[in-house]
């Protein structure tokens, strides 16, 4: 990012696990007010039809990198729009939540406990990636944009937002010329409150 951390990459990595193996993982959904289930996954087929400017259609393989609890790859997963629903994340606390939340809402999510910034899928193996709230937590954001090049499929197309008040227009702008120079096609995101999106676009994608 813009300014050079004080942190190693492993003091960076290893503080993110603890804080939400150890603490956030049980009260996040509480803190953050997420709710499960087919009313939501309605509501968010709605949002996301707002942030990719097009309904979200059929998508084959689904991934969330930093699933945390589930937020979007459970509510996501409910909808027959989406055949098989993936997430990953470096903290296991956040899957067994996860876990729970898909269970809970009576649908199936595939998950992986990795790093962002190095995930253990081929290459052109998704449809669809969303990455919510991700990048601030990692010390190489430019490497998860180029995981997400190299996971989309042709005609792919992903998701990336971040709040305001985690990442600076200049530090997001630098995302954006990282995600641009691993070759996808970028299309800055709708005016969102407190949000900062892209919506990227593998090759092969002919919405003009």
Not at 68 to 83: K, M, P, W, Y
Request: hydrophobic letters at 35%; one cysteine or more.
């Amino acid at each position: 990012m813009s300014e050079k951390s004080h942190y190693t990459d492993k003091e960076i990595t290893d503080s993110n696990i603890v804080f939400h193996d150890e603490f956030d993982a049980e009260i996040y959904d509480w803190k953050w007010g997420k709710k499960y289930g087919s009313e939501e996954m309605e509501r968010m087929l709605g949002e996301y039809c707002v942030y990719m400017g097009e309904e979200l259609g059929r998508v084959g393989r689904y991934l969330d990198i930093g699933c945390g609890t589930g937020t979007a790859v459970v509510n996501l997963s409910l909808t027959d729009r989406i055949e098989e629903a993936h997430g990953s994340d470096i903290s296991i606390g956040m899957l067994r939540a996860c876990h729970k939340n898909a269970k809970g809402a009576h649908t199936h999510v595939i998950l992986t406990q990795s790093n962002a910034e190095s995930l253990p899928y081929r290459d052109e193996s998704f449809d669809f990636i969303t990455c919510h709230a991700i990048l601030h937590h990692v010390p190489h954001p430019e490497q998860v944009v180029r995981e997400v090049h190299r996971l989309l499929k042709p005609g792919g197309r992903a998701l990336v937002a971040e709040p305001v008040f985690h990442i600076s227009r200049n530090e997001f702008q630098e995302s954006i010329a990282a995600m641009k120079g691993a070759g996808l096609r970028v299309e800055p995101g709708p005016r969102i409150p407190f949000s900062r999106t892209a919506v990227l676009r593998g090759a092969g994608d002919e919405k003009a």
